[in-house]
């Protein structure tokens, strides 16, 4: 069964900037379509960000698009969030996900929300402070 591990997390200054890595020990990532996702204390879970299983197609959430960027490395099998000029808001813990494959093909349009995941990782806390 498919497992997700995220890294990459810490404590960063505003202004910072970090990597997040997902990776899925003993099993392949390339023929998923994979997105992030954020929650932060005592709000709701939002997207940020969703790639597509090619890698040619990518999505933003507007409150990070030009800040973060989504790439994948099937080489390594890994998914990575590159977190640029990070602010106070975006103190979250942050997950990596694996759609359905059925709904897959969407991920060139927008972003599925969380109803459309298969699997879940464990999370990684970014806390963005001075």
């Known amino acids: 069964q498919l497992q997700l591990v995220e890294s990459g997390g810490g404590l960063v200054q505003p202004g910072g900037s970090l990597r997040l890595s997902c990776a899925a020990p003993?099993?392949?990532?390339?023929?998923?379509?994979i997105g992030w996702f954020r929650q932060a204390p005592g709000k709701e879970r939002e997207g940020v960000s969703c790639?597509?299983?090619?890698?040619?197609?990518?999505k933003y959430v507007d409150s990070v698009k030009d800040r973060f960027t989504i790439s994948r490395d099937d080489a390594k099998n890994t998914v990575y969030l590159q977190l640029n000029s990070l602010k106070p808001e975006d103190t979250a813990v942050y997950y990596c996900?694996?759609?359905?494959?059925?709904?897959?093909?969407?991920?060139?349009?927008?972003?599925?929300?969380?109803?459309?995941?298969?699997?879940w990782g464990q999370g990684t806390l970014v806390t963005v402070s001075p």
């Open positions: 003993g099993s392949t990532l390339q023929t998923h379509a």
């Open positions: 996900a694996v759609f359905k494959r059925a709904i897959a093909a969407i991920v060139r349009l927008h972003c599925p929300g969380g109803e459309y995941v298969e699997v």
């Open positions: 790639i597509s299983r090619s890698g040619d197609s990518t």
